[in-house]
C-alpha cells in the first residue's frame, strides 16, 4: 500500500531523515516509534505529501506521490484521512463542521448525505447528539474522538495517526487505542501511527518500525521489539536512562561544550 525508498529530509542544516527505507502492508497497522523529535511526524508529513523529500521516492499504490502536480496529488489525499496531533479542530466551526469540512469543501457530494456521514462517523466512534456543540465545549478525550470521525469521515483506504494517544489520560488513551483496533477491523484500513506510548504501539500495531538517527534501525511484531536483542531498541521500549541513545547523546553535547 505504501513503500517509502531512500528518502532525505533536511531542513537548513539540521539532517532529519537520512536514507529512510519503509513498507507498509494493506489493511495493516504499521506503528513507527522513536523519541521526540526523532523526525516520526516528518515521515507522515511526507505520507501525506505535505513534505517533498529533498531525495528518494514515497509511493502509494505504486504511484510516485512526491512527483506529483498538486491537482494530482489532492486526489491521492482523497483516500487518507489524518488525525492530526492535539485534534487540530476549527474552534469557529461546530462538530459537525469539522467533521465533514473536507467533504463540504473538496467533494461534489450534497449537504444532506454529508450530513448522514458525519452522524455515521461520529457514531463509529462512540459519539452522538453532539453535531451542534462547538470545541470548546468538548473534553480533550472527545476533541481525540471528533478529530478521528473528521478522519474517517470521507471512507479512506489510509489513516495517519500523529501521536493518537498524546495529552489524554490513561483511560481516553486506552478507549483511544480499543477505538483504532475496532476501526481497523470493521474498516479494513491501512493505519500509520507515530507515538512514543509503548503501551499504545503493542496493543494496535501489526509491526512496529523504531525510527533513529534518520533510518529505520528495526522492524517486527509487538513481541519480537518487546523481546528484541538491539540495545538501541530496547532502551527505548523499556524507557531505561541509561543505555546506548543517552550515551550517544552525552557524546554529542558534550563535543558542543
Known sequence: ??????????????????????KIEKGKTKVIIGRS????SVLLKHIAGLF???????????TVINKLKEKEL???????????QGGALFDSLTVAGNVGFVLDEYSEIDKETIRERVKEALSLVGLQAIEDLMPSELSGGMKKRVALARAICMRPEIILYDEPTTGVDPITADAINELILELQNKLKITSVV?????????????????????????????DEI???????????VTGAAIGPITETEHLVFGHLK
Open 1 to 22: 500500500m505504501i513503500e517509502i525508498i531512500n528518502i532525505h529530509k533536511s531542513f537548513s542544516s539540521h539532517k532529519v531523515l537520512d536514507g529512510l527505507s519503509l
Open 37 to 40: 523529535g526523532c523526525g516520526k
Open 52 to 62: 517533498i523529500p529533498d531525495d528518494g521516492i514515497v509511493k502509494i499504490e505504486g
Open 74 to 84: 489532492n486526489k491521492i489525499r482523497m483516500k487518507m484521512g489524518v488525525l492530526f
Open 194 to 222: 507515530v507515538t512514543h506510548d509503548m503501551i499504545s504501539a503493542y496493543k494496535i500495531a501489526d509491526q512496529i518500525a523504531m525510527l533513529y538517527q534518520g533510518k529505520i534501525i528495526a522492524e517486527g511484531t509487538p
Open 226 to 236: 518487546k523481546n528484541t536483542d538491539n540495545q538501541i531498541v530496547k532502551q527505548f
